[in-house]
């Protein structure tokens, strides 16, 4: 579980975001939560091109933030499906989902009072 402060959580956000940036993540956005639900603080959207693209994004967020920031997730869900993975790290929810999933769902507008930053790829 993830007890940190709220610097630590933005460097934590920005670390996630890397990962999902090195496995090739598409359409990755940030949502500012904290002033719209006490669910979390930040949701990060990402999407990959296939099932097994989506297991990768997934597996290496998991990976490189209890390697190198020493957190676990507090949940995770999805990892049967690969449509739609969840990794909840209490202030930090991660949704990783494949293309038809995540517009079927459209997480990015059901947040819209949500601050939204999206994160700008170079590949």
């Known amino acids: 579980m993830n007890d940190a402060g709220a610097g630590d959580v ?5 670390d996630i975001i890397e990962i999902i940036q090195s496995k090739k993540g598409e359409d990755i956005v940030l949502l500012d939560v904290r002033g719209v639900t006490s669910i979390a603080d930040f949701f990060v959207l990402t999407n990959g091109s296939s099932n097994v693209h989506v297991k990768a994004i997934a597996d290496e967020i998991r990976t490189k933030m209890k390697k190198e920031e020493g957190i ?5 869900e999805g990892f049967e499906a690969l449509t739609w993975v969840l990794i909840d790290y209490v202030d930090i929810v991660v949704h990783v989902f494949d293309r ?6 459209a997480i990015d507008t059901l947040w819209k009072d949500a601050v939204i930053r999206h994160i700008e790829t170079d590949y």
């Not at 933005?10 to 920005?14: F, M, S």
């Not at 676990?72 to 995770?76: A, D, I, N, R, T």
Request: cysteine-free; aromatic content about 24%.
């Open 10 to 14: 933005e460097k934590q956000v920005a």
């Open 72 to 76: 676990f997730p507090w949940h995770v």
């Open 100 to 105: 038809d999933t995540r517009q079927y769902y």
